[in-house]
């Protein structure tokens, strides 16, 4: 069993910055990839930010790309999603997620990852 508790949401303006953070338990971590998707009201949870297990791949969705940033600390067993020059339309429940590989790769897809934690709002004013 994983168990994943996302934590670092709250009220920001826009053009400011929020880091998330989400720790997992156990020591299987580092067996672990990991993934940020977020959900706005009435729409499709969306892929966010992805790390592979080992943390030397990375990839982030057009939309958040250039101010978003997914990083890991396996040592901690916690991923972060660093957030800059955040906007309106970045307002969402933010979700981590998780799932089992031997593969230094990444997933993108809802249906790669087997675990969710609760998810933690991020709301940017304009």
């Known amino acids: 069993q994983v168990q994943l508790v996302e934590s670092g949401g709250g009220l920001v303006q826009a053009g400011g910055s929020l880091r998330l953070s989400c720790a997992a338990s156990?020591?299987?971590?580092?067996?672990?990839?990991m993934g940020w998707f977020r959900q706005a009201p009435g729409k499709e949870r969306e892929f966010v930010s992805g790390i592979s297990r080992t943390g030397s791949s990375t990839e982030h969705a057009g939309s958040v790309k250039g101010r978003f940033t997914i990083s890991r600390d396996n040592t901690r067993n916690t991923v972060y999603l660093q957030m800059n020059n955040l906007k309106p339309e970045d307002t969402a429940v933010y979700y981590c997620a998780a799932d089992f590989t031997s593969r230094d790769s990444i997933a993108t897809t809802r249906r790669e990852y087997g675990y969710w934690g609760q998810g933690t709002q991020v709301t940017v004013s304009s």
């Open positions: 156990g020591r299987t971590f580092s067996s672990l990839r």
